[in-house]
Structures are given as structure tokens and as C-alpha cells.
């Protein structure tokens, strides 16, 4: 039985409610599985807009099997491509992020505009046409600061994510912020642990005592599981709406996104130690209150982020291996917030640094666990781990929706 069919079956009949089995978690054949069948078709976030502000500013990044990077040009269109030069294979960009007029290989000089044309390619022969050599694109999208990616050839309709997040971002005009900080930590387990991690607060009071201070542990704290029918949520999106604040909980019928904007416990403005702000400058003028919690975004398979009233966090998670996962974290403040004047950087991300850290070690202590033979997959808390139960829903979903449709494209090949 090929290993298609087999993760279909298994799938299919996963037991409601529980984890999946060991192989979705620890087998290098079913990460490959992962890659092909989601993160090598599906839209993917990838970095911000104000990380390239200037034409010519670009950054690159690994998805994969696949090198990509992303420069803004001199139209101030912000494009993706594969960053494998045409003549050879050797990588265009080989810095994570630069700022050059023309994007040249370091091999043998092959030099391409920020449109990705090839323009200089010397002792080639006459006959040679560098119109046929550009570099290959990527499909590319901006969503109120956010960029995202995708590698297929045909890439899904970006219109429905477009559409459902844009209202509640903008307001942040995040496009005009600017980064903070930004660090990077390898995790040692699957992505899908990782993003399990995340979608519950069951294991919070037992593990972030910086994060407690501000971030509600309630489930309803996860918009999955009945915040509509918290008061003190309700009373929180009500006030923010008549701000003008998109606020109330709104997931994609496929599970795959969603945004909702939650309060903070008490009196909490923002991810201190104290409660307080972190920035003195707003983030966004077009912000008209205080108090306005966390605008939370989550979009499978890559992002889920925090945007207060003087500060955003992203978070990107890019798999690296069935047991490796690179968590990126970046800060934004207001483009015109001075470190040491506005914000103090240790303040700043004190609490998330720690978090972070924290969620590491958990991830790959549950990791280890996982690869024992005495592992099999257990119950989630249906009191506190909705969040989770709705992740794992929509991968199954997803894989085998997809798992069906390449199967059944191959019978009809066949």
C-alpha cells in the first residue's frame, strides 16, 4: 500500500477528539507528505511590508525544498521568485535580507531587474535571447502589511482571505510600521506540535507565568470555543466595534483562517510584566481608543499573531524537517517610535522571548514522548483544547480532501 493511501485511511479514520498517530508527528515520508500536499499549494505568510520599504529591499527565505525571495521594485510592487539563478542553479540572494538596484548572482554574474528580467548575461552567444531566462515568480499577495506566497503553479483564490482579514487589520496600517525586533528559534519537533502548542492555553498557568499576567488562560480566550457567549468578551467587541474596530469572532468556513479581537485581563493594555504599554507612541493613529486587547489572526499553515493597541507580533512557522520547525517572531512599532526614547526593547519583548522559550522546551519535550513506541494518540480536553481539536480537524480535512482529489487524478491518468 503506498503511502498516500495509507495517510488517507488513517486519516479517515481518526478517532474524533484525539492526536494523530506517531507517523504525522515523527516520519520524514509523511513531513514530505505535509510539504507537497500543503505548503508547496497553498498560500503562505512569509514577512511584512515595511520589511522592504524602498525599492530594492528585499529578503529571502527557505520554504522546503524551495529558496525564495522577496524584493520590492521600482514600481513599488512587491514580487516573489525562486531564487535559483537560470544559468545554474546557485542562489541569486544569499543574505536573509539586503538592499541592491539589481539582483545579481554571485556565481557568474548573471544580473536580473527587481522584476526578475534577466538583463546581463555575458559571452552567452548570439543567439541567445535573455527574455527566456528570467527568473521563475512565485505567486505574491499584500494584505495590510502582511505578504504572502504561494509555489504552486495555480495558486487558490486569495480573494476570501483578502477579504476576511483586511477589515480588522487595517486599522494598524501596519504597512507603515516598523520592525522592532525579530528572532528566530529552532524548535525540535513537528510543525503540527507546534501549532497544537499554540491553539490551547490549558498548559499556560503551569508554564508562562510572564504571559498569565496579561493573556486570559479562559478557553473562550481562543475565539473557537463559545467567547460570543462570554459577557466580558461581548461587552469587549461591542465597545471596540462602535470604535470603529472590527472585533467580533469570524473563521473561514474551511477552519483555515480566522480573526477576532480579545481583551486582556483587567486593565491590561499590552505584553509587559506590568500590564502597561510597551510603546509610548500608538500604533496606529486611526486607533481611537485604549483597552482594545489583542486583534488575534491565525491562518494555517504559517502565521498566527497579536496586535495591540501600541505593538504587533507576528509569528511565522516554517517546518525544517518531520522534527524540526523554525518560529519566527517579529515586533512592529509606529515608524516614528525611537528605541530608548519610546520603548525600552527589553520591555518590549520580555514577555513573548520568555514565551517562546518556554513553548520551545514544551514542544520538544512532547516530541520526545511521541517518538516512544508505547505512544498512541489520547484525548484532547474538550473544556480547554477546542482550539487544537479545530486545528487537527482542518489538517485532517485538508489532507484528505487534497489526498482524495491527487487520487483520484492518478486513477483517471491510469
Excluded at 486570559?216 to 467567547?227: I, L, M, S, W
Excluded at 502597561?276 to 496606529?284: D, F, G, H, I, N
Excluded at 516614528?336 to 519583548?349: F, H, N
Excluded at 514544551?362 to 505512544?375: D, H, L, M, Q, T
Aim: proline share 5%; aromatic share 12%; with cysteine.
Amino acid at each position: 500500500m503506498d503511502l498516500q493511501t495509507t495517510a488517507l485511511r488513517q486519516l479517515k479514520n481518526r478517532r474524533e477528539g484525539f492526536s494523530l498517530e506517531q507517523p504525522f508527528y515523527i516520519d520524514q515520508d509523511y513531513f514530505k507528505l505535509d510539504m507537497e500536499t500543503i505548503w508547496y499549494r497553498d498560500w503562505l505568510f512569509m514577512g511584512h511590508d515595511c520589511e522592504i520599504p524602498r525599492a530594492g529591499n528585499y529578503f529571502t527565505v527557505q520554504v522546503g525544498d524551495y529558496p525564495v525571495v522577496i524584493v520590492r521594485g521600482k514600481d513599488q510592487v512587491i514580487r516573489a521568485f525562486h531564487n535559483t539563478c537560470r544559468h545554474r542553479g546557485h542562489r541569486v540572494c544569499t543574505q536573509d535580507k539586503g538592499a541592491s538596484a539589481k539582483l545579481v548572482c554571485p556565481y557568474h554574474q548573471w544580473t536580473y531587474d527587481l522584476d526578475g528580467s534577466l538583463v546581463f548575461a555575458r559571452q552567452m552567444g548570439e543567439n541567445f535571447d535573455k527574455a527566456d531566462f528570467g527568473l521563475k515568480t512565485a505567486h505574491c499577495e499584500s494584505v495590510a502589511g502582511y505578504i504572502f506566497i504561494c509555489l504552486a503553479n495555480e495558486a487558490p483564490d486569495f480573494a476570501p482571505v483578502r477579504a476576511s482579514i483586511e477589515p480588522y487589520m487595517a486599522p494598524h496600517r501596519l504597512s507603515e510600521a516598523k520592525v522592532a525586533h525579530k528572532t528566530t528559534i529552532i524548535e525540535k519537533g513537528n510543525w503540527k506540535l507546534v501549532w497544537e502548542n499554540n491553539r490551547e492555553c490549558y498548559h499556560c498557568a503551569g508554564n508562562h507565568p510572564e504571559l498569565c499576567r496579561t493573556y486570559p488562560e479562559a478557553p473562550t480566550a481562543t475565539g473557537v470555543q463559545g467567547a460570543g457567549d462570554d459577557p466580558f468578551i461581548a461587552d469587549h467587541w461591542a465597545r471596540c466595534e462602535a470604535a470603529g474596530l472590527p472585533s467580533t469572532f469570524k473563521m473561514d468556513p474551511s477552519g483555515q483562517f480566522r480573526t477576532a479581537r480579545m481583551p486582556l485581563i483587567q486593565d491590561a493594555e499590552s505584553y509587559t510584566m506590568s500590564g502597561k504599554r510597551a510603546v509610548k507612541k500608538p500604533l496606529s493613529a486611526d486607533v481611537p481608543i485604549s483597552h482594545i486587547g489583542t486583534m488575534l489572526l491565525f491562518h494555517y499553515p504559517t502565521t498566527w499573531n497579536h496586535i495591540l493597541g501600541d505593538h504587533a507580533i507576528s509569528f511565522r512557522v516554517l517546518p525544517i524537517s518531520a522534527e524540526e520547525t523554525a518560529v519566527t517572531t517579529t515586533w512592529l512599532v509606529n515608524k516614528d517610535a525611537v528605541e530608548g526614547v519610546d520603548y525600552d526593547l527589553e520591555e518590549l519583548t520580555h514577555v513573548w522571548t520568555m514565551t517562546n522559550d518556554q513553548d520551545r522546551s514544551i514542544v520538544e519535550e512532547n516530541a520526545f514522548g511521541i517518538r516512544s513506541p508505547a505512544y498512541e494518540p489520547g484525548p484532547y480536553s474538550v473544556d480547554h483544547e477546542g482550539g487544537v481539536m479545530q486545528f487537527v480537524e482542518w489538517y485532517s480535512n485538508f489532507m484528505i480532501e487534497r489526498l482524495q482529489g491527487d487520487k483520484a487524478r492518478l486513477s483517471a491518468v491510469a
